[in-house]
């Protein structure tokens, strides 16, 4: 059923966006008006990354390409000749395909999710300060970032790197595909760990680190500069969507940035949390942070706007873990309910929430999950309070760390699937960050600022639709010093186990 927020077609203001997101597990798409409301029926093709026990994690790049037609072809036809101002595009970040001189792919898409180049990794950090490198392009060495990935390339396929024109991300190709222009989006370039976060380009001795030359990279565009349509293109693009000839197109930006966005997180005032499967802190700064938590990642995503942020592995998985381990179906849910939004209390297990290991703010990816504190009379709710409690702890790690360098956020915007099914959570979150929570109830918040972004410079002068929002979680400081001890037992914990 459609919200108020939802509109009709006859009821929207032009210019329309249409926005692409390709996430994890689906294609999806969507048109807002100039106000940024959603227009009309939505479109959505569901598909999967393939994977392996060695750590494969791929995805077909023209599968995709051929998905994003799909939702073309779907939601062009519902607008009745009702022409589009924007096309706007974002994929899930830390992606990678490499093409030949043609544009044909030589690989798969490898996704942020391949682990393959867990070697390339050890090698890298004891071959770089991660630290400096840390400071220069906002990221550390990992397996879902670009330097490791092209040694590992480099490695075991080099027929491919011989052959490798351009190497590029998802969004990247699939643009290349559809209007023939070579271009990649500034989060989307950060999001590799190559970007200097100082000055918004391609960091030159780390791609030379790399093994692969600067022109083999696509040139960066900052939110404000739309692509050129190559001539063939756009009398395809006229042919078969003709409300999108004169349509500007955007370089594809990460579904993390357009995220926060959507749920409201657009400036220094707010804090955007994620709550799904995994979950991240962000916020968008205009002044760039000299010197980042240790904690923290910072990708540079526009001329004059960085994300910095946070991530955490496990808050769903962590949640549906507890479903299952504490046969919590087996409790009636206002029982489960009434003890997740109970009064603390010191018996309640500690649980640190690391089930596949930790990112922000210690970057252990070996840890695990530690419970500690359960006794023979602790019952099943209880340790499933102690996950929820983990979860908000986690989230007050990165918080913390947020206010050194974005210490004026009044508000926090939670979305996500968690905040639905789990809604207890955010009052936990709210006592544990001692900061007021707003959930968001818009759904495919990701779309929705991904089209925002477009709005930008396509009807900068035209008022922004505010989505609906619950009500704001407010903390409890009464609860103040039980959240304080909890926050420090987790540090002496986590400090002797995983440091």
């Avoid at 048109?31 to 990354?49: C, E, I, L, Q």
């Avoid at 400036?267 to 994620?274: L, P, Q």
Wanted: net charge negative; proline share 7%; aromatic share 6%.
């Amino acid at each position: 059923m459609a919200s108020a927020f939802d509109i009709e077609l006859k009821d929207a203001v032009p210019p329309l966006v249409l926005a692409v997101d390709v996430g994890s597990t689906a294609t999806r798409g969507a048109v807002y008006d100039a106000h940024g409301r959603p227009v009309g029926r939505r479109a959505k093709v569901p598909h999967s990354f393939t994977t392996g026990s060695d750590g494969t994690s791929e995805i077909d790049a023209e599968q995709v390409v051929d998905e994003v037609k799909t939702v073309l072809d779907t939601l062009t036809a519902a607008l009745e000749g009702t022409p589009v101002g924007g096309v706007a595009l974002d994929t899930f970040a830390s992606s990678m395909v490499v093409v030949d001189a043609d544009g044909t792919p030589l690989t798969p898409c490898f996704t942020y999710a391949d682990s393959r180049c867990s070697r390339q990794v050890l090698a890298l950090r004891e071959e770089l300060d991660d630290e400096a490198l840390q400071q220069r392009t906002g990221t550390r060495v990992h397996a879902s970032y670009w330097p490791p990935r092209l040694r590992w390339l480099a490695a075991t396929r080099p027929e491919v790197v011989e052959q490798a024109a351009h190497y590029l991300s998802l969004g990247d190709y699939v643009l290349l595909r559809l209007t023939g222009t070579l271009a990649t989006g500034t989060s989307t370039a950060a999001w590799t760990g190559m970007v200097d976060r100082h000055t918004a380009e391609w960091y030159p001795e780390l791609v030379e680190i790399a093994g692969i030359r600067p022109d083999q990279l696509p040139p960066v565009h900052h939110l404000d500069q739309p692509v050129e349509v190559q001539p063939a293109r756009a009398a395809k693009i006229a042919r078969r969507w003709p409300v999108l000839q004169d349509a500007r197109w955007y370089a594809p930006i990460t579904d993390g940035l357009a995220a926060n966005v959507g749920l409201g997180a657009y400036d220094e005032t707010s804090i955007g949390a994620s709550c799904a499967t995994s979950g991240a802190l962000r916020v968008l700064v205009r002044e760039m942070p000299e010197e980042l938590p240790e904690g923290l990642w910072c990708y540079r995503v526009s001329h004059d706007r960085a994300l910095v942020g946070g991530a955490l592995n496990d808050v769903g998985r962590a949640l549906a873990w507890a479903d299952v381990t504490l046969a919590v179906d087996q409790v009636a849910p206002e029982d489960l309910s009434s003890a997740l939004v109970a009064e603390p209390h010191e018996t309640t297990p500690l649980v640190l929430p690391f089930f596949t290991g930790e990112r922000s703010t210690g970057w252990a990816a070996g840890a695990r999950a530690v419970i500690t504190g359960v006794g023979a009379a602790s019952a099943p709710v209880e340790v499933y309070r102690g996950v929820v409690e983990g979860i908000a702890l986690s989230y007050a790690r990165i918080a913390s760390q947020l206010r050194e360098v974005a210490p004026q956020p009044e508000r926090l915007f939670a979305g996500g699937s968690v905040t639905n099914d789990h809604p207890e959570l955010l009052q936990v979150m709210a006592d544990a960050m001692r900061t007021p929570v707003t959930p968001v109830r818009i759904k495919r918040t990701t779309l929705h600022g991904t089209a925002l972004l477009a709005l930008e410079s396509l009807a900068p002068d035209v008022r922004r639709a505010r989505p609906e929002r619950g009500k704001a979680l407010v903390p409890d400081y009464n609860r103040r010093p039980y959240y304080t001890e909890r926050f420090q037992r987790f540090e002496r914990v986590y400090e002797a186990l995983f440091t």
